[in-house]
């Protein structure tokens, strides 16, 4: 398990493949494969290095995907906004490739056409926890179908991480022909607007409550090294 910085797990991962390690990579590099536990999938065998995304794409990538198992998303943006205490040295050295990597991984992970993604360290005290909103741009669909799939998977990702919690219900926003949405660097969208909101609370066994973005990297890699250990275990018995 990898938690330093981009830059440092390029090395990190040549030394530790030298050597046949199989890597969790927590840091925005991504040299693997995405993976994020409710939707990620099956990681092949043969995977020597699995990414994790970002905190802010944990957090925010499974309610894409909600959305996405429910109508195509033609757009979709979030803003992870954290406590600046509880972001690193690694993570603050980090930004441009946070915002690349959560961007790519909402699109090949959630499923939207175009994702974008923002990330806030907010200095506040005392320390806010977690926080995030997704924006998802689909045609006009069913609002309570959207609703209930959000809400399943908001249920999903709470068995690991029981912090993970809506902050208010779903919005929605319908525009049409007369009144398109201007969205800058995407053009003019006419459809379904929905908005999600949420907040992470950390466990508070070791971290900060507060620190809710740290707990749900952790927690996800976690699923990650045993979906890799189970694997493994099955091929060697096979």
Do not use: W
Request: with cysteine.
């Amino acid at each position: 398990f990898d938690a330093t910085s981009a830059y440092a797990h390029k090395e990190h991962d040549a030394a530790l493949q030298a050597d046949g390690k199989l890597v969790v990579d927590l840091t925005p590099a991504a040299i693997g494969p995405f993976f994020v536990p409710p939707v990620g999938g099956v990681l092949d065998s043969e995977i020597r290095n699995v990414n994790m995304v970002t905190c802010g794409g944990q957090a925010t990538i499974p309610i894409v995907a909600a959305v996405s198992r429910v109508t195509p998303v033609h757009y979709a943006e979030i803003v992870a906004s954290v406590s600046s205490r509880s972001a690193g040295p690694g993570t603050r050295a980090n930004i441009d490739e946070f915002t690349r990597t959560t961007a790519k991984a909402i699109e090949i992970v959630g499923g939207a056409g175009r994702g974008r993604a923002i990330i806030i360290l907010n200095p506040a005290e005392p320390p806010m926890i977690m926080r995030d909103t997704i924006f998802t741009l689909t045609d006009q669909v069913d609002e309570d179908a959207i609703r209930a799939s959000v809400k399943e998977m908001v249920e999903t990702v709470q068995a690991y991480v029981p912090g993970y919690r809506l902050k208010q219900e779903v919005q929605f926003e319908r525009f049409g022909s007369n009144r398109p949405l201007k969205i800058p660097g995407y053009g003019e969208f006419v459809g379904l607007k929905t908005s999600v909101f949420l907040e992470v609370e950390g466990a508070g066994d070791y971290l900060p409550k507060y620190s809710g973005n740290l707990d749900i990297m952790t927690a996800a890699a976690k699923a990650a090294g045993e979906r890799l250990a189970q694997q493994r275990l099955e091929k060697v018995a096979a």
